[in-house]
């Protein structure tokens, strides 16, 4: 993932059983730069 406007991946507070993996998350927060987490989760 890449070039995104916020986060690159978002989990809810109501997501489960989620699975990350052999990933590369980069470039992230390109209209908002504080807000350009690479994996966040709330």
Do not use: K, W
Not at 10 to 15: D, H, I, K, L, V
Not at 27 to 34: A, L, N, V, Y
């Amino acid at each position: 993932m890449r070039n995104t406007r916020d986060e690159g991946v978002y989990f809810r507070a109501t997501s489960s059983d989620n699975v990350i993996q052999r990933s590369f998350v980069h470039d992230t927060g390109t209209e908002q730069p504080q807000f350009g987490e690479g994996v966040y989760f709330g």
